[in-house]
DNA sequence: TTGCTATTCCAGTAATTTCTGGAATTTCAA
DNA sequence: TTGAAATTCCAGAAATTACTGGAATAGCAA
């Protein structure tokens, strides 16, 4: 296999928006190439694609394996390991949300938890820990709702981000439903505040923002 | 000031993430030092109480400041700059997001499209083109949805996480709204796929998933 | 303007991270 | 079990990034 000018470009930027995560520029340009290569390469390939010596891409791919980002198969007549990348694209976030949450988000957390439950030895302590609660509580929500629209079916997980903002328009709808359907709502989700609900009826241009 | 135990846990902690990320230790620990302190700090303030020079502090208020995360602020009856962290946690975070998306999700975005439009010179480019297309697109969506919900204010996006993947019984509920309701919806976002709608009425089981 | 203080810039140094070649290990067919 | 091929490990080299002290600059009160 030979890089286009087009497949090149394409790995070089990517490399570079990886060093700017906590990926370093091999590891991102090896995923870049696997990403649009057509089939599953061995790491000899790579190297020399790429450039990189054998035992750098034999890091790169080892890291990438323990995101899970990378597959490693067996072709029939070819001692060598081939790796590929995850076909489906929503597949390859999933992946990589599961992967940051358990590494880097978890661990957080966990921390800020600790740090919260101390006695606080002083005043300034006592608001120390009162900015932690609020930090803890922010990224608490956040990780719980994308655990949770996660498990969504692709479909229906791309038409609500499609709908964007306008989402809200349903829930001021839910909130003018009948008791029957708010009382399941509370009951699945009682932290919701819920302060002022309508009538059940319902004008067209109520359903806006 | 002084370190507390518990203060000093959690900027080491959050130097270490910061190192993860893009952001350097130093940088990361100047911002949890304002996050958690109670008033601005002067820049020399900062350089003792974390051990470094001077001059780094410096460096990294400037990249904060970039970032928009820290501000400077004069206090009345000294020459100093004093800085601090945005008060509002769901500031930060909408912050955070603007920024990402200018300084590393555009540019990403702008080269994909480019790529995507140049003529393929091979069978491989073509199949690169169609990969390309796929994350272009993915990434679109996902930023479109992030700006959008961006607007919404606290409470209602608060609203909305909680609600998680739940919100789904309310898409399958719009589906099935009487006429009016549905060509608004249809309106505003042509490119939802709509594919089954049901009778306007409403049964309780049908808002689960 | 002058003098004082605070801030930024810069070049050299230190520390860290990345990368390499070769040695050791593993795997698998015969 | 053996040997050939593939992979991984490791210690040192190279490259990159971070940090420092001091010099230059800027800002402000007198």
Redesign the interface.
């Known amino acids: ?1 030979q890089l ?4 090149e ?2 790995i070089l ?1 990517f490399g570079e ?1 990886g060093s ?3 990926i370093n520029r091999t590891v991102g340009q090896i995923y870049a190439l696997l ?2 290569a ?1 089939r599953a390469l061995p790491a000899d390939e790579i190297a020399e694609i790429l450039g990189f010596s054998r035992s750098n891409v034999s890091l790169g791919l080892k890291e990438l394996q323990s995101w899970r980002l990378v597959r490693l198969q067996h072709l029939p007549g070819d001692r060598r390991e081939h790796f590929s990348t995850l076909g489906d ?2 597949q390859i ?1 999933r992946v990589l949300a599961e992967e940051r949450r358990r590494r ?1 988000i978890d661990p ?1 957390l966990s ?2 938890r600790e ?1 919260i439950m ?1 006695t ?3 005043e ?2 006592r ?3 009162t ?2 609660r ?2 803890h509580d ?1 990224i608490e ?2 990780m ?2 994308s655990e ?2 996660q ?2 079916d692709t ?2 997980l ?11 328009a ?2 001021e ?2 909130n003018r439903l009948p008791l ?2 708010r009382a ?2 509370q009951r ?2 009682p ?3 819920d302060p002022q609900s309508g009538p059940a009826d ?1 004008h ?1 241009q109520e ?1 806006e923002t």
């Open positions: 296999m286009t000018p087009l497949t470009a394409f930027h928006m700017r995560w906590g990403y649009v057509e694209i929503w976030v880097e957080t921390v800020l740090l101390e606080p030895g002083s300034a302590d608001y120390a820990q900015r932690l609020e930090m922010l929500l956040i719980r709702w949770d629209v498990k969504l479909a229906d791309v038409q609500l981000l499609k709908l964007g903002g306008r989402v809200v349903l829930l709808l839910k029957i359907g399941r709502a699945e989700a932290p919701v505040a319902m067209e359903l």
